[in-house]
C-alpha cells in the first residue's frame, strides 16, 4: 500500500497532517467501507515520513485502512507546527487523532465502528489518553510499552530524557498538578474500550508498573484486555520472537474485539 498524504482542519482552522494506507488486499475486503487503524507515531515530536513501514503494511495488506497520524508538535513542518504541542501535550495530539478519524469516516474511508488505535511510547500515551477522552469512539486499542503514569515518568526516565517534559508539560514541581491531570492513569476509570497492551520486562524508560496500573483497573471493571510482558525486551522489542508474538497478538486481538464485534 502506498501512502498518501491527507489534511484535515483543527476547529481554529489549523491544518493537520497525515499518511494514508488504504487496504491492499485480495483475501481480506468488506462490502462497505473497510476498518481503520489510527497510528501515532513516538517521540512525541517525531514524524512519521513516507517508507516501508512493516508493521503499517502487515495491516493494510489484511484489510484495514490504516492513518499514520503526523499530530501537532510533529517534527517535519515546520517550527510553529513542532512548538505547538508545547504546553499542550495530551491535548492537541488527543484532539488531532480523533478528528484524523472522524474525517476519514466523513469521507467515506472508514466505518465509524470500525476504528481502531495503535502507538508506542509516547504514541502509546496518546492511545491510552485517547480512549480516556473519547470512550466508544476507538472500539480497540493496542499499546507498547505506553506511558500511563507521567509524573512517575519524569521521576524514573533515563538522562537522556530527563526534562523532555519541561517543554511538553512544564517544569516540575511547579507543574506537578498539570502532570497528574494529564495522566492517563488519573482518569483510568474512563477506559470502556478493548485495550491490548505490550511490555517488556526490562525497560528503564517507561517500566513495566506504567503497564501494569492500567491492567489493574482493566481486570477489576471486567474491560476486556489482553496484557503480554516480555522477558529481556527494554524499550522497543528486538527479538524477532517477540516482534512475531507481539504482531500476531495484536491482529488476533483487533479481530476478536473490533471485526467481530461490528
Known amino acids: 500500500s502506498v501512502p498518501k498524504s491527507v489534511f484535515w482542519t483543527t476547529r481554529n482552522g489549523q ?70 504541542l508545547r504546553g499542550n501535550w495530551g491535548i492537541y495530539d488527543v484532539e488531532d487523532v480523533a478528528d484524523g478519524a472522524r474525517t476519514l469516516v466523513s469521507q467515506g474511508l472508514a466505518d465509524i465502528n470500525l476504528i481502531g488505535i495503535k502507538g508506542g511510547s509516547a504514541g502509546g500515551y496518546t492511545v491510552l489518553r485517547s ?85 489493574d483497573s482493566l481486570r477489576k471493571r471486567s474491560i476486556p484486555f489482553e496484557y503480554r510482558i516480555y522477558e529481556g525486551e527494554g524499550h522497543g522489542f528486538r527479538n524477532p520472537n517477540t516482534i512475531e508474538n507481539y504482531i500476531k497478538t495484536a491482529e488476533a486481538f483487533l479481530r476478536e474485539h473490533l471485526l467481530n464485534n461490528a
Open 131 to 215: 480512549l480516556t477522552c473519547h470512550p466508544g469512539l476507538f472500539r480497540a486499542a493496542l499499546s507498547r510499552y505506553g506511558i500511563s503514569d507521567l509524573l512517575a515518568l519524569a521521576q524514573e526516565t533515563h538522562k537522556f530524557e530527563l526534562h523532555y517534559l519541561d517543554s511538553l508539560l512544564g517544569p516540575l514541581p511547579e507543574s506537578k498538578e498539570l502532570y497528574r491531570e494529564r495522566s492517563p492513569l488519573s482518569s483510568v476509570d474512563a477506559i470502556t474500550d478493548a485495550v491490548a497492551l505490550f511490555q517488556g520486562a526490562d525497560d528503564e524508560v517507561v517500566p513495566k508498573e506504567q503497564s501494569d496500573a492500567i491492567v
Open 15 to 84: 491544518k493537520i497532517h497525515g499518511l494514508y494506507y488504504s487496504p491492499f488486499s485480495t483475501t481480506f475486503c468488506c462490502s462497505g467501507p473497510p476498518p481503520l487503524l489510527v497510528h501515532i507515531h513516538g517521540g512525541p515530536t517525531g514524524q512519521a515520513t513516507v517508507s516501508f513501514e512493516e508493521e503499517l503494511q502487515y495491516f493494510a495488506t489484511r484489510g484495514y485502512g490504516v492513518l499514520s497520524v503526523n499530530h501537532r508538535g510533529s517534527s517535519g513542518y515546520g517550527r510553529n507546527y513542532r512548538q505547538c
